[in-house]
């Protein structure tokens, strides 16, 4: 898993209008793929839910708000940075704001600029809320890469495909498989981050229990991997349609 494969620096915005849906594992997930990759990366959490992402990365996260505009300037400042990977851990009672903040400034025409790509990873679940939201999204704002996240362990999002269309092929879904739900209790004590062990299991945790942790982490990253590719692919062919032009 080695290498950097993005052609531009990324900016991944773990989204949706609902709580408890798998938003902060997936943030810490994100994180953990960087720095396993011997990447660089920073978290923003707007720590709505205990324990948060800052909670269980502390080393690697700040604490971010939009509630007001000292808040949005310090934020979105930090964010147009092209210096490390970035995950945003959205919470749901700041998704309107922080998106309207972001369309308002341009941000993502300006960070695509600086060598930023911007990626929500919307996590769908099958109510109308998130469906209404993720359709203001797209159209609201059709220069961000809008990602689909279909968390088995949340149930019913393969059912919800029809109603969370992509538009285009990097905003093809990711698929993040199901963990059973006994192990959740080894990740669920903060802090906690698998790139800090390297290897070595944490004593706290068996090591049978913490392979099959490995197991499905690595299922997980493929699907990072592959968006990675996804985007890389999608530079080099807008870098060819430039060309020919």
Known sequence: ???????????????????????????????????????????????????????????????????????QMALFDRLILPDRAKVVDLAPAAFQQFFSVMGRIGFVDDARRHGIETIALFIATPDAASQRAYAELQRGLPELVLVPVYNEAVGQGQRARKQFPISGPSSLPIQIPALPQHFYRYLQHAPFSFAAFRGTPPQDIPLEAYLELLRWMRRVFVEFRELELRLLLNDVRNSLLRGAS
Not at 10 to 15: A, D
Not at 17 to 27: D, F, I, S, Y
Not at 44 to 61: G, I, K, Q, T, Y
């Open 1 to 71: 898993m080695r290498g950097r494969v993005t052609s531009r620096t990324p900016l991944l915005i773990v989204c949706s209008p609902k709580a408890r849906v798998g938003r902060t594992l997936l943030a810490r997930l994100l994180i953990d793929f960087f720095l396993m990759d011997d990447r660089p990366a920073a978290g923003f959490d707007f720590a709505a839910e205990p324990p948060s992402l800052v909670d269980f990365l502390p080393e690697h996260v700040a604490l971010a708000d939009v509630a007001d505009i000292a808040g």
